[in-house]
C-alpha cells in the first residue's frame, strides 16, 4: 500500500516534508534586546550610554535603543544597533507624570510624538520605530504612527498587526539584586522564571526583551548586576537565536512573507519554486522524509525537486 504524504507550507511543523524555517540561518527565534530611556544629553549620560552599549557589543548582542528626544545628543551608534523613539520628553504635560500620553488627546499625542522624531532625525538619527513611555498608548491609538513609522512596540500583549511587535516584560534590569540592597532569594526565583520562560518561548515569536537606562546604570555599578548581566547574555549566546533589531526584524519579516510558492507535480516528482530568495532563509526536507537527496536553497535556486527512494517508496501530492 502507498503512503501518501502531503506538503504543506508552515513555519516549523516537524512533520512536514518541507519546512521553510522562520527566521536567517535556521535560527529557533529572533531575539531583540530593547533599551528604554536611553539618554545622552549630558556628559555623565553619555558615559552610561557608551558603557551600555559597550557591554552589548563584547557580548554580541546588537540592540534597539528607544531614545527620548529631549535628552538625547548626536552620537556614535555601532551599525548593528538602531535608534528608535521613546516619545518626547517621557513626561506627560498635563500631569507630570512618566505615562506621557495618558489622558491626552490623539491630536495631542501626534504633535508630540511628531516633534520628537524631527528631533531625533535633526541629530541625523534614522527613525523607523516607536515605543510609548510607560507603555501609556491605547491599541485604538496604534493607527496614529502608521504613515510615520515601520513598526510599534508599545504593547506587551500579542497582536495579529504586523505593525505592533509586542514586548516581554518585566525589565530584565529590575530584579538584579544589588548592594542597594533587595531578597537575594526573591530575586533568584525572578530571575529562573525568565530565563526558564526564554526556554519555553512560541516559535514563530520574536522574543522582544525589555530593559532601561537606569536600570543598566544600577547594575554597571554593582557585581552582582554585572555578573548576572554575564550569565543572561552567556545564555543566550548558547542558543541558535538570530539576534538583531526591530528595524531588521521588521524589514526581514516583510520581505519574507511577500514570497510566494508554486507546487507542480511532474513523473512522481513534486517540484516546489518560490517567487524570490531571501538571504539566510532555509528550505529544507524534512530528515523523517527518504529522498534520494536533501534539498536546500540557496539565493541562486528557488527550485526545490522531491522525489521518492522508489515506486515502492512514498508517493508526493501536491497540497
Known sequence: MRWLIF???????????????????ASSHAFIFTVDDFSASEPYEQQIAGDIISFLEEEQVPATLFAIPERMSPMDIPASFEVAQH??????????????????????????????????????????????????LRKDQVGLLKED???????RTSSVDPF????????????????SGCSRFIAAVKQEFFSWSLRVWPKGRPVVIVSHYWGWEKALKDEAGVAYLREFFDEVNKEKYWKTTLHAYQEWTAKKQAVTYTFIQDRGKLIISWSECLPGLTYEVEPGLKVESSCKSSCKENTCVIEPVSSEGPSLSVP
Open 7 to 25: 506538503l504543506f507550507i508552515v513555519p516549523v511543523v516537524a512533520a512536514s516534508p518541507i519546512s521553510i524555517k522562520e527566521y536567517p540561518n
Open 87 to 136: 516619545g518626547f520628553s517621557h513626561v506627560n504635560p498635563k500631569t507630570g507624570s512618566v505615562f506621557e500620553y495618558e489622558g491626552l488627546t490623539d491630536q495631542e499625542i501626534k504633535e508630540r510624538i511628531t516633534q520628537g522624531k524631527a528631533m531625533l532625525e535633526s541629530m541625523d538619527y534614522i527613525i523607523v520605530g516607536h515605543r510609548a513611555p510607560g507603555w501609556s
Open 149 to 155: 513609522y515601520l513598526y510599534d512596540s508599545s504593547m
Open 164 to 179: 505592533e511587535i509586542p514586548a516581554y516584560w518585566p525589565d530584565l534590569t529590575s530584579f538584579i539584586c544589588t548592594k
